[in-house]
């Protein structure tokens, strides 16, 4: 059972324009939801991270749109660059026992075209 | 600080074979992972520890054995390889449920 479901598989965005990628969820357990970036041939980055009390968190050109009752969240990315050309997975969580167990979205391979 | 490191980067094996892939960080963390990546699955947890000396169960921990011997060190070990096992993986500590930080990468190929 997909525990996060991630869309869309691929983006390709000219420079300057926005980036949007979409995250569904199924258990209202979850308590935190985080978005890693991920550049070919390294490990995944924390990018920017929400959690269920807030309906919007915005970090830079980088901003998460959270709906609580449509269980979806979304990361926005403003004035995109060729750098921020990379692989974009969202993640969710909830606290089980003592450890934060992350199930990740299936990843958007971003593309900004210069 | 290197943070997050991972021996091999490469590795080849064929069915039956096992190996052990070590992970280590120097940021003193108590929480560490492992993941394996796969194309159009994202990352799925197989093992993960919350102190030294602790293990637990991930997603997929079939066919994987892990062990945490030092707080700075987490060994994930394959008995015997097989090609279904063909993954790149990734292991990542944290401060108790804090972010988590990940290394490199270790890319293995099963024939």
């Known amino acids: 059972q997909q525990q996060v479901k991630q869309s869309p598989q691929s983006l390709i965005v000219q420079k300057g324009g926005i980036s949007i990628i979409n995250c569904a969820y199924e258990?209202?357990?979850?308590?935190?939801f985080p978005w890693y970036q991920q550049f070919p041939g390294k490990g995944p980055a924390l990018l920017i991270a929400?959690?269920?009390?807030?309906s919007e968190k915005k970090e830079g050109r980088f901003t998460i749109s959270f709906n609580k009752s449509a269980k979806q969240f979304s990361l926005h990315i403003m004035d995109s660059q060729p750098g921020d050309s990379a692989t974009y997975f969202c993640?969710?969580?909830?606290?089980?026992?003592?450890?934060?167990?992350?199930?990740f979205g299936s990843g958007t391979q971003l593309t900004v075209l210069p | 600080n290197a943070g997050v490191t991972q021996t091999p980067k490469f590795r080849v094996l064929k069915t039956g074979q096992s190996m052990t892939l070590l992970c280590a960080q120097d940021?003193?963390?108590?929480?560490m992972y492992w993941y394996r990546q796969d194309p159009g699955m994202g990352l799925r947890l197989i093992h993960y520890?919350?102190?030294?000396?602790?293990?637990a169960k991930g997603e997929v921990p079939d066919g994987y054995n892990v062990s945490r011997l030092k707080k700075q060190n987490f060994l994930l070990g394959l008995e015997s390889a097989a090609p279904s096992q063909t993954s790149v993986y990734f292991c990542?500590?944290?401060?108790?449920?804090?972010?988590?930080?990940f290394g490199p990468g270790t890319r293995l190929t099963v024939t």
């Open positions: 520890s919350v102190g030294e000396g602790t293990t």
């Open positions: 940021m003193n963390h108590e929480y």
């Open positions: 258990n209202t357990a979850f308590d935190y």
């Open positions: 993640a969710v969580s909830f606290s089980s026992g003592s450890a934060r167990q992350l199930t």
């Open positions: 929400i959690r269920p009390d807030v």
């Open positions: 990542a500590s944290s401060y108790r449920r804090g972010e988590q930080y």
